[in-house]
């Protein structure tokens, strides 16, 4: 433990970690990744379970760096029925970029390591798009309302691209992840947005659904996560500084109503209207919950 350093000397310690966790784990991944690249199936699985407990490290190795600079007291509940052999999609709330890494700590080898749905131009990202690559991150292709008014003979092709790039997990289990409000929460977007909720900005169904109308048939269930930080939002400075004292997570895991599978989000009227409403009311308990952890987990 660190603690007895302040805080900005334990945030370089912990971002020099961060950094050389990176730097090592990304170099060891980006040759086995030429490895996947023969033409062998035995190499290919080899490979992959290597690339996948890579993944694996590179959380370990974070959570070794975050423990050493503070001991955080973690509040959590609703985990007993998840496991590793099963497909999930997981969704929060969105209050930080410290989200993510709380994600990742809490969920490391309780189920497989997160990927998110990834705009396809981000492939060319320096050496991170290799690495998104390489771990076998979905990157999408949608277009435009404007692109589809041009050329109507596209629509539907972008969730084809996907279904084909997700055919991939048919036979092993993945987590996939999405912030269903799209964006963090802050004051100032709250109050544009005229948000309803009191803790949570308005959901956008679409990232879901979209998920869903690709390859709703493989998930085993939604993991719907509230996320609450009792001593107010942090940065990732303050995550790396050891400034985050308690973190509450909560773990809600729900069945994928059968009506929603194999609809078509952007196309069928009805169906995404339903969707919105189903999506509005978890998003209504969820707000009701964090009210509930605001009153048991007060500011300090």
């Known amino acids: 433990m660190l603690d007895f350093l302040p805080a900005p000397v334990r945030g370089v310690i912990a971002s020099l970690l961060l950094a050389l966790n990176t730097i090592l784990l990304c170099s060891f991944l980006f040759c086995v990744a030429l490895v996947k690249a023969l033409p062998f199936a035995f190499t290919q699985r080899i490979a992959g379970w290597l690339m996948s407990h890579t993944h694996e490290a590179w959380i370990s190795n974070n959570k070794g760096w975050m ?31 410290v989200d993510i890494l709380v994600l990742q700590y809490v969920l490391n080898r309780r189920i497989q390591p997160l990927k998110f749905f990834l705009k396809q131009e981000l492939i060319w990202v320096p050496v991170i798009g290799l690495a998104w690559w390489a771990l076998g991150f979905p990157f999408m292709k949608r277009y435009s309302k404007a692109y589809l008014a ?30 269903v409000e799209g964006t963090r929460f802050t004051e100032g ?15 956008k169904a679409g990232g879901i659904a979209f998920v869903l109308d690709a390859m709703g048939e493989q998930l085993e269930s939604i993991v719907n996560v509230t996320i609450h930080y009792p001593a107010g939002r942090p940065g990732f400075w303050d995550l790396l500084c050891g400034n985050v004292r308690d973190v509450v997570v909560h773990f809600e895991e729900l069945k994928i109503p059968q009506q929603f599978i194999g609809k078509n989000y952007d196309q069928d009227g009805e169906y995404r ?19 509930q952890m605001h009153r048991e987990y007060p500011k300090h």
């Not at 001991?71 to 209050?95: E, K, V």
């Not at 948000?195 to 900005?201: A, G, I, R, T, V």
């Open 189 to 203: 977007k709250h109050a544009q947005q005229q948000s309803p909720f009191k803790y949570l900005l308005k959901p």
């Open 150 to 179: 041009k050329h109507p003979e596209k629509k539907g092709k972008d969730l084809e691209t996907t279904r084909k790039t997700c055919a991939k997990f048919r036979n092993n289990p993945v987590g996939i992840f999405n912030f």
């Open 273 to 291: 209207l339903q969707f919105q409403g189903w999506i509005n009311q978890l998003w209504l308990d969820k707000d009701a919950l964090l009210e």
């Open 67 to 97: 423990n050493l600079v503070r001991r955080t007291r973690w509040h959590l509940s609703g985990l007993q029925s998840l496991d590793y052999q099963h497909s999930y999609l997981i969704t929060s709330n969105h209050q930080s970029w």
